[in-house]
């Protein structure tokens, strides 16, 4: 039995979320395509050189992806987070590296429930971009990034300015959006918590070391890892939890 962390009225929270949150509700994680994703390499179908190269193949590659997250549901791990992101407001901060909806939907869902109808939440940052949003590929473009549910391609999406639209994903070699506000929030949370990440995509991996930072500098601060398997930046974690998402998420948050 997974006893729950001591979430109280002081509590600042920190999560992070990898593709192992993911994964029970059918999404496959990085590790699991064997650095292979649909028979291409990852720097072909995940990197703007692979873009540039062939942006056809990109665009087919995100529109399957596009596809296939459509037909999955958020689960149990990510409606405890949406659940408690309504009791903790923004003492919660949800950093996640997943590019799918999930975290998205399950906040929806939670606000449905409660007849509430604001906007999504500030508190949730997806820092390798969202599946479902495109931008112009022209960096000093002014255009703004934009939900975009199409699948289909047989035309490339060109930008009003006459660029190439592409997928508005963080690809390898590319910062993450938001990383200031991410390491102001890892500055002042109070427990840092990482949810099925193998601690191998930097930044998002050496984020727990400003835990240990703090903690050598006489802070109380806590840290805590949740996944199937000893993640590759372990003994940065005081306390590693290791089991399925959709079992200890729940228990460990207390909703
Ligand atoms: P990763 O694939 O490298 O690691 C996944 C981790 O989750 C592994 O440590 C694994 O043990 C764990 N895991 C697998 N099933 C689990 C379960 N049921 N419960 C708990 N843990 C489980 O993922 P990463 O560290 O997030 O890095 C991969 C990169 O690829 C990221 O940059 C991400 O943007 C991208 N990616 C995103 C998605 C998505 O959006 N869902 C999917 C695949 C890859
Ligand atoms: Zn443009």
Same mark, same amino acid.
């Given at each position: 039995m997974?006893?729950p962390?001591p979430i109280d009225d002081h509590?600042?929270?920190?999560?992070?979320?990898g593709?192992?949150i993911?994964?029970?509700?059918?999404?496959?994680?990085?590790r *699991?395509?064997?650095?292979l994703?649909?028979?291409?390499?990852?720097?072909? /179908?995940? !990197?703007?050189l692979?873009?540039?190269? %062939?942006?056809?193949?990109v665009w087919?590659?995100?529109?399957a992806?596009?596809?296939a997250?459509?037909?999955?549901a958020? %689960?149990?791990?990510?409606?405890?987070?949406?659940k408690?992101?309504?009791?903790l407001? *923004?003492?919660l901060f949800l950093a996640?590296?997943n590019?799918?909806? @999930? +975290?998205?939907?399950?906040a929806?869902e939670?606000?449905?429930?409660?007849?509430?109808? *604001?906007d999504?939440?500030?508190?949730l940052?997806?820092?390798?971009g969202e599946?479902?949003?495109?931008?112009?590929?022209?960096?000093?473009?002014?255009?703004? $990034?934009?939900?975009?549910?199409?699948c289909?391609?047989?035309?490339?999406?060109?930008? $009003?300015? =006459?660029s190439?639209q592409?997928? +508005?994903i963080?690809?390898?070699?590319?910062i993450p959006?938001?990383?200031?506000?991410i390491?102001?929030?890892?500055?002042a949370?109070?427990?840092f918590?990482?949810i =099925?990440?193998?601690?191998?995509?930097y930044?998002?991996?050496?984020?727990?070391?400003?835990i240990r930072y703090?903690?050598?500098?006489g802070?109380? /601060?806590? !840290?805590?890892? /949740?996944?199937?398997e000893?993640p590759?930046n372990?003994?940065?974690?005081?306390?590693?939890? @290791?089991?399925?998402?959709?079992?200890? /998420?729940p228990?460990? @948050?207390g909703?």
């Amino acid at each position: 039995m997974t006893a729950p962390l001591p979430i109280d009225d002081h509590t600042q929270l920190f999560v992070l979320t990898g593709a192992g949150i993911s994964a029970e509700s059918g999404i496959a994680t990085f590790r *699991d395509a064997g650095g292979l994703w649909e028979n291409h390499k990852v720097e072909e /179908v995940a !990197s703007p050189l692979g873009f540039a190269v %062939n942006p056809e193949l990109v665009w087919r590659f995100y529109g399957a992806r596009r596809k296939a997250a459509l037909a999955v549901a958020p %689960n149990a791990a990510h409606h405890a987070l949406a659940k408690l992101a309504a009791r903790l407001g *923004d003492r919660l901060f949800l950093a996640t590296q997943n590019v799918d909806p @999930l +975290h998205q939907k399950a906040a929806q869902e939670e606000r449905a429930r409660h007849q509430a109808n *604001d906007d999504l939440p500030s508190i949730l940052c997806a820092m390798h971009g969202e599946l479902f949003k495109t931008r112009c590929s022209r960096e000093a473009c002014t255009e703004a $990034p934009f939900y975009d549910e199409r699948c289909d391609f047989e035309e490339l999406p060109r930008c $009003p300015c =006459g660029s190439l639209q592409r997928p +508005h994903i963080v690809w390898f070699g590319e910062i993450p959006f938001e990383m200031h506000t991410i390491k102001r929030r890892v500055q002042a949370c109070s427990l840092f918590v990482t949810i =099925g990440s193998s601690g191998a995509v930097y930044p998002a991996a050496g984020l727990v070391r400003e835990i240990r930072y703090r903690q050598s500098q006489g802070e109380a /601060v806590r !840290s805590v890892y /949740v996944g199937l398997e000893r993640p590759e930046n372990a003994d940065s974690f005081d306390e590693l939890h @290791l089991g399925r998402a959709t079992e200890i /998420v729940p228990a460990l @948050l207390g909703v």
